[in-house]
Each structure stands twice: as C-alpha cells, then as structure tokens.
C-alpha cells in the first residue's frame, strides 16, 4: 500500500501566477481533505472532497479550489499567488464511515511564491 | 485568541525521561482529540486520539483529555532520540475538519 502520495515535491512559483497540487488517496479511501501548513505553525484546514463535492471548507478565500476526480484523487487549485501563500500543503484522506475518520496525510508539496 | 493554544517549545530532554506535552482549548464542542507526531520534511501521523475525556495508553504513549478545563496532555514515558519530532495536537467537532495547535519541537538528547 503506497499511502497517500502527492505532487509535485516541491514547487517554485511567482506571485500573481496559478498552481495545481495534486494529491492520490490511500487505496480503499474515498474523502480527501487539504491542509496548509505555514513554517512554524500546525496545519490549517482548507476544505474536504467526498463524492467529488466540497464538503466542508475552512477560512480561504476562493483564490482556493479544489476538485475530486471519480477514482478519489484530488486536486487542490490556488489562484493570484501572494507570498503568503507560501507553505506546506498537506493532503489527507480518510474513508468516511459513521463514526471515527482517522485521516492519513501524505508528505506534502512544499509551495514557494517569489 | 486561537482555538487552540499550544507551546512551541522548543522542549529538550534527556533519554529515559518522561515527556509532557499539553494543549488547550477554547471551544467546548469539540469531541475528537488527536495528537499527531511530525519528522522534518514529512506529513504527520497519527499517534493517539480520545474521544470525549478520558486517558487513553498506548505503550509508552498516554493521552489525556480534561474536557471541564478544556486541557489535553500526551505523555511520553522511557523518552528515546527516535522521539525527536514536532508533536501536534488535534481536534473537532468530528474527525473530518481538525483544528491543530501550533506543535511543539522536541528533542531528546543521548
């Protein structure tokens, strides 16, 4: 089982310009959620995709978007790049059952915004 | 104020030593309550979670919750230099939108 993957590793942008992250769940999971994570800080929940719907959304401006393809993968969109946009991104993926979802992340895309 | 506060550290102990780790929290619906370890450079993985209060063991891992004190605890007995990482604390209303504390650095030193 290869766990959750994303990509790319690492990530190089200028402000102003678009970025696609992508992420590939943990085989048999179906929810995939994206987090940031700035230097120094825990992660923050962007939103979450079950049945290729966001399901739920945190506190991002709608420069953030996301999709979730048939197979489950994801891909996580951030428009009109600010410095601040700068961090980890962190994808996690969970199946959705009833009761306790325990979330598996996956080692993350480092975004830089020059 | 941030929903959930956490010390940064950074936390420096001796090998063998009992670790403790604390958050707290503001917002008394949350029900789910994780702590997640993170290495340099990887995602983080999940290490124990409670749901509700209560004190939960896992080897040399125990959590506690304090839910009337809005407080949780993870403690680390016979701390070893594999333990060094970033530890987080988590929790929610449910397990699919967690809200983490900032983490605190530990290492262990030989």
């Known amino acids: 089982d290869a766990g959750v993957t994303q990509s790319p590793t690492h990530l190089i942008k200028t402000r102003g310009q678009q970025v696609t992250l992508r992420c590939s769940p943990k085989?048999?999971?179906?929810?995939v959620s994206w987090y940031q994570q700035a230097l120094g800080q825990g992660p923050q929940f962007i939103f979450q995709?079950?049945?290729?719907?966001?399901?739920q959304r945190g506190n991002f401006p709608d420069r953030f978007s996301g999709h979730q393809f048939p197979n489950y993968s994801s891909e996580l969109n951030v428009n009109a790049l600010l410095l601040g946009d700068s961090a980890l991104y962190l994808c996690?993926?969970?199946?959705?059952?009833?009761?306790?979802?325990?979330?598996?992340f996956g080692p993350g895309t480092r975004l830089t915004v020059l | 104020q941030k929903e959930v506060e956490q010390d940064p550290g950074p936390l420096s102990v001796p090998e063998g030593a009992i670790v403790s780790l604390n958050c707290t929290y503001s917002n008394s619906a949350f029900q789910y309550f994780m702590w997640y370890r993170q290495y340099s450079r990887k995602g983080p993985e999940l290490l124990m979670y409670t749901y509700s209060s209560g004190n939960k063991e896992d080897g040399r891992f125990t959590a506690q919750v304090d839910k009337s004190s809005k407080y949780i605890s993870l403690f680390i007995r016979d701390s070893q230099p594999s333990d060094s990482a970033t530890y987080l604390c988590?929790?929610?209303?449910?397990?699919?939108?967690?809200?983490f504390g900032t983490g605190t650095r530990l290492q262990v030193f030989p």
């Open positions: 988590a929790m929610g209303y449910n397990t699919d939108k967690l809200i």
């Open positions: 085989s048999g999971h179906d929810t």
């Open positions: 995709y079950y049945e290729e719907e966001e399901r």
């Open positions: 996690a993926s969970s199946l959705d059952t009833s009761s306790y979802n325990e979330q598996f």
